[in-house]
């Protein structure tokens, strides 16, 4: 009796310790019943990925460990599944009862058995090609949100879509923009409350930004935040933008302003209050935005707002008057931490700026703010004020400034990793500087950016040994930040930035895909690399981890892209060659999946036109190539892995030049005409400067052939 008992206590334990992860598809945990309720306690379902960070509090750490330090060296890619697009990849997966729902680029959306990546139905909401000349910052998507049996996507083109999770039939879809304006969607919605929320971008091109709230299941408009001013006169959308107008001068409003939320939103199911991370301005340049000063609320702050109603609770401004691109969008991490001996329920950022904060989530106080990477712009952020000491010198009013963080940011929009247990934060990190040179000569244009800022007076020297100093200066690592210390516990250094996303699991393991095209397992606890895999492209998303019939795997979208190795030119090179080889990779214990072979190649070169230009012209393509053109092609037009690099373009040899740039023959590609910006000799100056760097990479390579 006592030895059947025990047998059916084991037994029990057995069935209780992997019950929760020894699933099998239950209809009552399938996407058709996601709800706040289940999302609050994703913890008793591990196995599933309901959320973009997984949980509300966006913490991206994974209950699960059957994969752990232990037996890391022996799991093996399981399947993958190929895009048919070439370009960046930056979306987490939602993985829910054995289905994932995913997004490449093009907004398009995925569903695939997570078991064997076979795909359930696919997506394309047809965002026209010719709108990718309003994304700074590629054709990108960072995924979806599940939600009562529907997925949702915010599309390029600024559409919110909602479908049929087991179809993928559209149920609503609704435009979230004016069409006449160069917005874009590219972060993922949220669902809470029974509403979606959802941001979008643009700050770079001249808009204003806002955040909207619709009907999860009819899609009509719930509410719309503002998150800076319009014209005064036409009266204010909500009475706190009243209070914040009096932080802008001059005519902001036909300039847009910025402050667009197109990343991070974090719902907290404890206070009812939704965080929005806003933006930074638009133009950058404060003293063409807002010629006089001020903070120009709510540029670069967190906000807090009640869901139901979009009503402000408060704010917390990291930036006040940003002029750098510090945008405030990266991830908020809610958790409870005792700081100063208090238990808190904080909220934790690192932004662009280069400072991480730690927020009271009542109240919107700062509890505490340091550096995390180098940064020059400030020396420490005063605790009675709340506010930064600036250095003078870096508003680049009149003079440049050699900055760090540069617009990358010491962190973007690639996600932390929090460990609830050892309250560490793992950041993906980067130091890159960057010099910012007020434009002279600033007006709108559109197509183009709308910066105020000279960004050829930002390009990589030609001088070999200064160039070799600024590649010295690009760096990336991964911090393990401890952030009730405030300080960093040990780094894991790259060669370069702009690497992927993290995810930390109680099998004490650190996932990161890498610029270099390495997708790398890490000891969370100090940062020993125990396993890795070539990805054979680089990778800037973050992975998740999920489990199907007691199996657990870890998945992630590998697609080199985004701005770094679209604007970069060389300093995207850091890291090495990679190309943009767009898949998904899922790897489990004993996973024998193998990739088809592959080697990097370079491009076949052919031999440039002799150049015709003189100094003058070809100094005049410099600018305009700059102000037009190196957002997508590239600093120096140098692409760094996906776009066509225009030095090897044959098109620069005749005619098809103009076809181009003025006819728009390629604008179902993304390459729109530039007519209503650039007239005929213009555009023979951006040829030659082209030419010219066509001719310099030509006797690169043959005094390196010799
Ligand atoms: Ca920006």
Redesign the pocket.
């Known amino acids: 009796m006592t030895l059947y008992r025990n047998i059916m206590i084991i037994l029990l334990i057995t069935l209780g310790i992997t019950g929760c992860n020894a699933e099998k598809p239950q209809e009552n945990l399938s996407a058709a019943t996601v709800s706040d309720q289940r999302i609050i306690n994703a913890d008793h379902e591990p196995q599933n990925w309901l959320a973009h960070g997984r949980t509300f509090d966006q913490q991206r750490y994974s209950p699960l460990d059957q994969i752990n330090v232990k037996n890391i060296k022996d799991i093996g890619l399981d399947w993958h599944f190929d895009f048919d697009t070439h370009r960046g990849l930056e979306a987490t997966p939602i993985v829910i009862n054995g289905v994932m729902y995913v997004t490449g680029s093009w907004s398009r959306v995925y569903a695939l058995n997570a078991v064997t990546g076979r795909l359930l139905w696919e997506y394309d909401p047809k965002v026209p090609g010719k709108w990718a000349v309003n994304a ?2 590629d054709v990108v998507n960072r995924g979806v949100a599940v939600w009562q049996g529907k997925v949702y996507v915010g599309t390029l083109d600024g559409r919110l879509i909602a479908l049929d999770a087991k179809t993928g039939k559209v149920i609503w879809d609704v435009m979230t923009i004016d069409k006449k304006l160069p917005y874009t969607i590219t972060g993922a919605p949220l669902v809470a409350r029974g509403k979606v929320f959802i941001g979008n ?1 643009g ?2 091109f001249g808009v204003r930004g806002y955040v909207s709230a619709y009907d999860a299941l009819t899609g009509k408009m719930v509410w719309r935040f503002f998150t800076v001013p319009g014209d005064p006169k036409k009266g204010f959308e909500a009475p706190i933008l009243e209070k914040a107008a009096k932080t802008w001068h001059g005519e902001w409003w036909k300039l847009g302003g ?1 402050g ?1 939320v ?1 990343d991070s939103m974090t719902y907290d199911p404890d206070l009812d209050q939704l965080y929005i991370g806003v ?2 301005g638009s133009p ?1 340049n404060q003293a063409i935005r807002s010629p006089g000063g001020g903070d120009n609320l709510f540029l670069s702050s967190i906000v807090a707002l009640k869901p139901d109603s979009g009503k402000y609770v408060w704010h917390y401004q990291t930036t006040p008057g940003e002029m750098w ?1 510090y ?1 405030a969008t990266q991830q908020m991490i809610s958790a409870d931490l005792k700081i100063n001996g208090k238990m808190r329920k904080v909220l934790m950022q690192a932004p662009k700026n280069g400072f991480f904060y730690i927020l009271d989530r009542k109240t919107g106080a700062l509890l505490s703010a340091k550096k995390y990477v180098k940064a020059n712009w400030a020396s420490h952020v005063d605790m009675a004020t709340g506010r930064p000491v600036e250095n003078p010198k870096a508003r680049y009013y009149d003079n440049p400034w050699l900055a760090f963080p540069n ?1 990358l940011g010491g962190h973007n929009w690639q996600s932390m990793s929090y460990n609830p247990n050892s309250h560490i934060v793992y950041i993906p990190a980067q130091e890159v500087p960057f010099l910012y040179a007020p434009d002279k000569n600033f007006k709108v244009v559109h197509p183009g950016v709308n910066l105020g800022a000279d960004l050829a007076a930002a390009s990589m020297p030609d001088d070999k040994t200064a160039k070799r100093q600024v590649m010295a200066m690009i760096k990336g690592h991964i911090s393990a930040w401890d952030p009730v210390q405030q300080k960093e516990l040990w780094r894991v250094q790259h060669p370069g930035p702009w690497n992927g996303g993290l995810l930390n699991t109680k099998g004490n393991l650190l996932f990161q895909g890498n610029a270099a095209g390495t997708f790398v397992a890490y000891d969370s606890r100090n940062g020993e690399k125990l396993w890795s895999f070539p990805a054979q492209t680089g990778i800037i998303a973050a992975p998740v981890t999920y489990s199907v019939g007691g199996e657990q795997y870890v998945s992630i979208l590998a697609g080199w892209g985004g701005v770094f190795p679209l604007l970069a030119g060389e300093a995207a090179l850091k890291s090495g060659k990679v190309s943009n080889n767009s898949r998904i990779l899922t790897f489990k214990l004993g996973g024998r999946d193998k990739l088809p072979p592959w080697k990097y190649t370079e491009a076949y070169f052919p031999q440039p036109p002799a150049g015709t230009g003189n100094p003058k012209q070809i100094a005049t393509g410099n600018g305009l190539f700059h102000h037009f053109c190196s957002s997508c092609h590239g600093d120096k037009a140098v692409s760094a892995g996906v776009l066509p690099d225009l030095r090897y373009s044959s098109a620069l040899q005749d005619d098809r030049w103009f076809d181009i740039t003025l006819g728009g023959i390629l604008k179902d590609n993304g390459m729109v005409s530039f007519k209503t910006a650039l007239n005929k000799k213009q555009l023979e100056a951006i040829r030659q400067y082209i030419i010219l760097r066509a001719q310099i990479l030509k006797r690169s390579k043959e005094s390196n052939n010799k």
């Open positions: 700074c910052c971008g700050a770079e910025g667009t197109w933006g930074n950058w691109d945008t617009p």
